[in-house]
Structures are given as structure tokens and as C-alpha cells.
């Protein structure tokens, strides 16, 4: 655990690299499939004729999904969604920061969550003939994000614990200098049980310390902003011990976005974050995947359909929500596939924004009380949720270890 903590800080803080160390940007460059800075140590490696050959596998994969999706949906965020706030909140996200820009280009602030460790980029310098198996198994982890939209999780579990290039932090560097940003730094945090910050991840099995990355990129704006990627349960057992959500309601209110997130937001066993997403997005995109139609009050936000409602895949059965297709029968088309149906003709989307009179007596509650986390007022009454059974709890238990690690398609 030492020695993977420490192969971590070796290429993020930048303050202390040595001569011969690669930056964090160049890494994360060199893993793209980038040319590094010319003066970088990584340079000489790029004309490695492995290395180029992924960089064309990568050329012409990012290619791809940007026609097909990605600038489609820059363009349909950029038509739909009037007013962003600074902060957004991606739960059950894994590494998958290409969605969350895409949808929200303009934020300063991502938060993303996932069950996913943050792992290691140890110095690619020092690794010399081990790097082209890396980069292998790297472009393994991204195929499927890149052609159906999400993670697959049997896959995910064993490649973001193989190899020395491992976990989330790889894969967010890859999509950041991909998605045009410039890192600056990447420095291991965690999250006390108060919900306080701190610097360096915890080497302990104690509860209540959420752990994580935080990467400072920019722009060609050269406007500094941050991504936080956390490894943490997101169940209510999880995050009751845990400052997660404490961290994140100092950054309230935010967007909020979720896509293939297994359905765990209509079970009894994650109430804690759907409640705390009610209370403190001021807008949300989501798939059906999400928080039920149910807990949005309409008198307290405007739900706007688009796409094509055809229920859930084959392996989730039960979560059909009727409210969802008669909402949907006046939905308007969308051009980009999304979620666990990924073709266009039946993805569907929902944008649901708080109204502003909502959003202003929420501003107003929070000034009076900054440090309450009751659970919030546009979340359902206590009680049973339609189709609810009495193993509910066990149910919702058995879908995490279903899907442990990024919620998608088995």
C-alpha cells in the first residue's frame, strides 16, 4: 500500500518531481496517445512503434465518439440547459468524466463517485518495456465507454486492478487532455467523517475516510478548475459513516448528472443519496436509470422528456416505471444514444430543473442553517415504494455486489 501511495505522488505534485520525471499533463498526454511537450522525458518513447500504434487506435476512437455523441451532446446541453451552476455531482460515475464535460462544458467543479479505486501512475520513464503492455490494457479498459457509452463492471473489476497503470486515475487523465484540457497537478485527498478535505490518502481501514484525487486542469482559457474522483460506497451503510456527502453539500448546489446507474437510486438501499441529489441539484440529466419519477415533486420542478422510453434492459428486470412512458409520450427526439440502450432510436434522456422559486427558498434555508443534512423536503414520505417488497433491503444489496464497482451492464 506504501509503495503504491508513493508511485501515485511520484507523478502528481508536481512541486517534486525529479529531472528525469515525467509531468502529470505529459503522462497523462502519453497515455492518450499525445505527443508530450517536446522537452518531455516521455518524448523519445513516442517513437516507439507501439506506442504510435496506439496512438492511432486512440485517434480514431475518440474520433468516432465525438461525431456520434459527445459533440452532439455539447450541442444539445448548449440548447437545453439555460443556466448551469459551478458545481456538478456525478454519482455511480466511476472514471467517466467524457459524459459529465460533455453535458456540463462550463463547470468549475466535478465531483464524480464510484466504488472504483483511485490506483497508481507510477513513472512511465522508469517503466521502459513494460509500458506497451500497459498501454494495451489501457485502451482494453476504454472500449467499451467509448462505443456504447458506459463502463462494462465484470470487465472494469479485473482491469482497474491489473497491471502498474491501474485504477480511476489513468482513465480520468486519458479523458481530460483528450476532452482538450491542460492538467496541472493531481494531489491524493480524502474525506474525513466531518466532511473536511484533506490532503493524502488514508492508508487505514477506519470508517468514515473517503478517498480520492484531486486534479486541477485548464482550459486554453487557462482558468483553473477541478475534478474530485472518490472511492467510496455510496449505499446509505456506506456514506452514513462517511463525510462524502458532508464534502459535497459545501459545494451545493450543483447539476447533477447519472446514466447507467444499475437502478440502485429506486431501491430502499441508497435513499441517502437520492435524497441528498433532491435537496441540492439545481438541474438534473439523467437516464432511467436514476432517481424514480416519483420523488420529483412537479410542482417544484419542470421535467422535460426527450428520446425514447422503452423500459430497462433484460438484465433489470422490474424497473419499468409507467409514470416514465406517459411522460414520454410527449418527449422530443434526441440525435445521440445514452445509457443501457445506447442507439439513439431508444435512449431516452429527462432534464429536470428546479423551479426558481424552489431554488430561492433553498438558497434561503441554507443561509439560515449551513450545517443541516435533515433529509429534504421534496423527498417521498416515508414508506413503501410502488412494487416494494419486504426484501427490498436485501435486494438492493444484492444488486451492489452485482455491480461492485461501476453500476452498468453485466
Given at each position: 500500500m506504501i509503495a503504491a501511495i508513493a508511485g501515485l505522488?511520484?507523478?502528481?505534485?508536481?512541486?517534486a518531481l525529479a529531472a528525469d520525471s515525467a509531468s502529470p499533463n505529459d503522462t497523462a498526454r502519453f497515455l492518450a496517445g499525445m505527443q508530450p511537450a517536446a522537452d518531455s522525458p516521455l518524448a523519445p518513447s513516442t517513437k516507439d512503434g507501439n506506442w504510435q500504434q496506439h496512438a492511432r487506435a486512440f485517434d480514431s476512437a475518440f474520433q468516432r465518439v465525438d461525431n456520434s455523441q459527445l459533440s452532439r451532446i455539447r450541442a444539445w446541453s448548449s440548447k437545453n440547459i439555460a443556466e448551469t451552476r459551478p458545481t456538478v455531482f456525478y454519482f455511480f460515475s466511476g472514471p467517466d468524466f467524457l459524459y459529465a464535460n460533455a453535458f456540463y462544458p462550463k463547470a468549475k467543479t466535478y465531483v464524480l463517485a464510484g466504488l472504483e479505486p483511485v490506483g497508481t501512475v507510477p513513472d512511465l520513464v522508469a517503466m521502459r518495456g513494460s509500458v506497451a503492455h500497459e498501454l494495451a490494457a489501457l485502451r482494453g479498459s476504454l472500449s467499451t465507454i467509448l462505443s456504447v457509452s458506459f463502463f462494462i463492471t465484470k470487465n472494469m473489476k479485473s482491469q482497474l486492478h491489473a497491471g502498474r497503470v491501474n485504477g480511476a486515475l489513468p482513465i480520468?487523465?486519458?479523458?481530460?487532455?483528450?476532452?482538450?484540457?491542460?492538467?496541472?497537478?493531481?494531489?491524493?485527498?480524502?474525506v474525513d467523517a466531518d466532511g473536511a478535505l484533506q490532503t493524502g490518502a488514508d492508508t487505514g481501514r477506519g470508517g468514515g475516510v473517503a478517498n480520492g484525487i484531486k486534479i486541477v486542469f485548464a482550459d486554453s482559457d487557462g482558468e483553473a478548475r477541478t475534478l474530485y474522483y472518490f472511492s467510496t460506497n455510496l449505499a446509505d451503510d456506506g456514506v452514513k459513516n462517511s463525510?462524502?456527502?458532508?464534502?459535497?453539500e459545501t459545494l451545493a448546489p450543483g447539476d447533477s448528472f447519472i446514466k447507467s446507474a444499475s437502478y440502485l437510486l429506486h431501491s430502499g438501499g441508497f435513499?441517502?443519496?437520492?435524497?441528498?441529489?433532491?435537496?441540492?441539484?439545481?438541474?438534473?440529466?439523467q437516464d432511467d436509470s436514476g432517481?424514480?419519477?416519483?420523488?420529483?415533486?412537479?410542482?417544484?420542478w419542470d421535467l422535460q422528456p426527450f428520446g425514447r422510453y422503452l423500459g430497462p434492459i433484460g438484465v433489470f428486470p422490474g424497473r419499468y416505471q409507467q409514470k416514465y412512458a406517459e411522460l414520454f409520450k410527449k418527449s422530443k427526439p434526441i440525435d445521440f444514444g445514452i445509457g443501457y440502450r445506447h442507439r439513439p432510436a431508444e435512449s431516452n434522456l429527462l432534464l429536470a430543473v428546479k423551479k426558481a422559486s424552489v431554488t430561492g427558498e433553498q438558497t434561503?434555508?441554507?443561509?439560515?442553517?449551513?450545517?443541516?443534512s435533515a433529509a429534504p423536503a421534496e423527498a417521498a414520505k416515508p414508506g413503501r415504494e410502488p412494487g416494494h417488497k419486504k426484501n427490498t433491503r436485501r435486494n438492493s444489496l444484492r444488486a451492489w455486489q452485482w455491480f461492485p464497482f461501476t453500476p452498468s451492464r453485466r
Open positions: 505522488l511520484l507523478v502528481a505534485t508536481t512541486p480520468l487523465y486519458v479523458f481530460l487532455v483528450r476532452s482538450g484540457y491542460t492538467i496541472r497537478e493531481a494531489t491524493p485527498v480524502r463525510g462524502f456527502l458532508k464534502f459535497c435513499t441517502k443519496v437520492r435524497d441528498f441529489l433532491i435537496a441540492n441539484s439545481a438541474a438534473m440529466v432517481i424514480p419519477l416519483q420523488y420529483y415533486d412537479p410542482q417544484k434561503e434555508d441554507k443561509s439560515a442553517d449551513q450545517t443541516s
